[in-house]
């Protein structure tokens, strides 16, 4: 009779293969490297994981409740929208620097290693922020806070595509030198000067009307 895993082995084969996925991407990570790495049996790992896919499957969960978490603490409360803002960038940060894994997983999905279950991991994934940000973004403008002259669900998916951006330029490999090439090494290092760079940027976006803005005639 199997020896039943405690939690925190359960949570340390989860790292082992969020580590993996990570690196080699879901179809070429070896789950005999991954068991070996964990200190189990490929028969033990498949008594608690429906085999390589279900495996997968669980590592992408333990990586999305983190990034649920995160989302959740930044919008929670009354907050208006560039301080809902700032916490999810420094989150992202954070994030980082805690768990670069989860954000190299992310990518990788995203670059199409997983085309198969593209609709499928789409929904899971960018539901939970989709979700998040049109929220409370159109709380925003129905308050007044923001601009009224814009699309909810539009600026959702750009606010988006600039923090998901910041997530891969402090974790993966060519993102980081493209952050290097645009903005100088010593910027990777100085998060201060990020958040409040940043937050200028989406300041003018969610406050200046287009009415507003001069055109040359």
Do not use: W
């Amino acid at each position: 009779m199997l020896k039943k895993l405690s939690e925190a082995k359960l949570q340390e084969i989860l790292e082992t293969g969020i580590s993996e996925f990570a690196a080699h991407g879901p179809d070429k990570a070896n789950i005999n490297v991954i068991a070996k790495k964990s200190g189990v049996s490929v028969g033990v790992l498949y008594k608690y994981y429906d085999g390589k896919e279900g495996f997968f499957k669980a590592c992408l969960k333990q990586a999305l409740r983190a990034l649920e978490a995160a989302i959740e603490e930044a919008i929670q409360g009354d907050d208006k929208i560039l301080v809902r803002a700032e916490k999810l960038i420094r989150a992202i940060q954070r994030s980082a620097k805690e768990n670069p894994n989860y954000n190299v997983l992310y990518h990788e999905i995203t670059a199409g290693s997983s085309q198969r279950h593209a609709a499928t991991l789409a929904a899971e994934i960018e539901g939970i922020s989709s979700r998040a940000y049109v929220g409370f973004i159109a709380k925003a403008q129905e308050d007044g806070d923001i601009r009224k002259d814009i699309n909810p669900r539009l600026f959702a998916f750009f606010f988006d595509n600039m923090l998901t951006m910041l997530q891969f330029s402090y974790s993966c490999e060519y993102y980081r030198e493209r952050f290097k090439i645009y903005c100088g090494e010593e910027m990777l290092a100085d998060d201060e000067r990020v958040v409040q760079e940043l937050l200028k940027f989406f300041e003018s976006a969610f406050t200046t009307e287009q009415s507003q803005i001069p055109h040359k005639r």
